[in-house]
């Protein structure tokens, strides 16, 4: 017997039996709406293309959207490689360079260098958490997502009728104290780098306000944002969000841990705004990441581990439950709300 054991070593393995569905394909054609198919350490370059075309056919993944286009050449580039190379299976995104934010003409300068990106064959700006988090103008000041000076991009790409994908703040035990209360203990001690408790780092609240200021002042442009309205934790904010503004859309990416646990108000939301929620994983290309998503979709499956690399779950100290959508919820979420946006 053990008298005494540290919390990272508690691994507790559940006695409870219950069904347990494998669901190896989706119901449903799938568009993933979020990922990052040529950002170096997301796995896919270390993988045979053809191979991965073979999985995501049996899986019934059509598409898969490459967030991590960058822009001029090395887009060009990153278009040749998926997009072009296999036509209809990728759609990819530029983004935007953000050095010397403030200098003369600099939004000018990156309007231009985004409608090249759009004729280039572009589909869509994603733009990262390190607007509002890291990214500072020339006078050192944090540069927020509704800061003037970028107004005119975003009605570059509404204007190309094309979508922005923005990912603003990050899970809100982030921005608390790494203490025994902080129900992320174990990520973020794992990582250090994605805390943003402290002076430096602009407060959870703060950055969700600049955002959705951001979607209202520029009602003639799709955003999706990423990661459940940036804030999976509180359906009930992302859900008045959508009321308010009809040109947002969301998708579900890495936020299984968030929304699986909550299957009750998960399921209500889902229903309810199935005509704006995209399919998305934000993760490297696994079988076994997208048959959880699918199980997760289509399942009343109950108690189960929503990481299938970590019996911790690599979020936090839970399990979840599926939802077992409605087809014609599916059919939405999985393929043709991103088909539309994207008019494949």
């Given at each position: 017997m053990v008298d005494r054991i540290y919390i990272e070593d508690f691994l507790p393995r559940s006695e409870l039996v219950v069904p347990d569905h494998k669901i190896p394909r989706a119901k449903f054609p799938v568009v993933d709406a979020h990922n990052h198919v040529t950002y170096p350490g997301f796995g896919w370059?270390?993988?045979?293309?053809?191979?991965?075309?073979?999985?995501?056919?049996?899986?019934?993944?059509?598409?898969?959207?490459?967030?991590?286009?960058?822009?001029?050449?090395v887009l060009k580039r990153n278009l040749e490689k998926?997009?072009?190379?296999?036509?209809?299976?990728?759609?990819?995104?530029?983004?935007?360079?953000?050095?010397?934010?403030?200098?003369?003409g600099w939004t000018e300068k990156r309007c231009k260098a985004?409608?090249?990106?759009?004729?280039?064959?572009?589909?869509?700006?994603?733009i990262y958490k390190e607007l509002g988090l890291i990214h500072r103008d020339q006078d050192n000041r944090l540069v927020m997502p509704d800061d003037p000076r970028l107004s005119d991009l975003w009605d570059v790409v509404?204007?190309?009728?094309?979508?922005?994908?923005?990912?603003?703040?990050?899970?809100?035990?982030?921005?608390?104290p790494l203490d025994r209360f902080n129900e992320r203990w174990d990520e973020v001690h794992a990582m250090?780098?994605?805390?943003?408790?402290?002076?430096?780092?602009?407060?959870?609240?703060?950055?969700?306000?600049?955002?959705?200021?951001?979607?209202?002042?520029?009602?003639?442009?799709?955003?999706?944002?990423?990661?459940?309205?940036?804030?999976p934790e509180n359906l009930g904010f992302v859900s008045k969000m959508m009321e308010r503004y009809p040109n947002f859309n969301t998708d579900i990416a890495a936020r299984l841990a968030e929304l699986g646990r909550a299957p009750y108000s998960a399921r209500e939301w889902f229903?309810?705004?199935?005509?704006?929620?995209?399919?998305?994983?934000?993760?490297?290309?696994?079988?076994?990441?997208?048959?959880?998503?699918?199980?997760?979709?289509e399942t009343a499956d109950e108690y189960f581990n929503y990481s299938p690399h970590s019996l911790?779950?690599?979020?936090?100290?839970?399990?979840?439950?599926?939802?077992?959508?409605?087809?014609e919820?599916?059919?939405?979420?999985?393929?043709?709300?991103?088909?539309?946006?994207?008019?494949?």
């Open positions: 370059e270390k993988r045979d293309m053809a191979e991965i075309i073979s999985e995501l056919d049996f899986l019934n993944v059509a598409t898969v959207v490459n967030l991590s286009g960058e822009t001029g050449d998926v997009d072009q190379a296999y036509p209809g299976r990728f759609v990819t995104y530029a983004n935007i360079d953000f050095s010397d934010l403030g200098a003369p985004l409608e090249k990106d759009i004729k280039a064959g572009a589909r869509g700006l994603k509404g204007e190309a009728g094309l979508p922005v994908t923005i990912h603003t703040a990050d899970p809100r035990a982030f921005f608390r250090p780098a994605w805390l943003f408790y402290g002076s430096e780092f602009p407060a959870f609240e703060a950055l969700l306000d600049s955002l959705y200021h951001l979607i209202e002042s520029h009602p003639k442009t799709n955003f999706v944002t990423a990661h459940v309205g940036c804030y229903i309810k705004y199935a005509d704006r929620i995209l399919f998305g994983t934000d993760a490297g290309p696994r079988l076994e990441m997208y048959q959880l998503h699918f199980r997760f979709l911790l779950g690599g979020q936090g100290r839970w399990r979840i439950y599926g939802m077992s959508l409605p087809d919820v599916l059919r939405k979420v999985y393929h043709d709300n991103a088909a539309r946006l994207l008019k494949l």
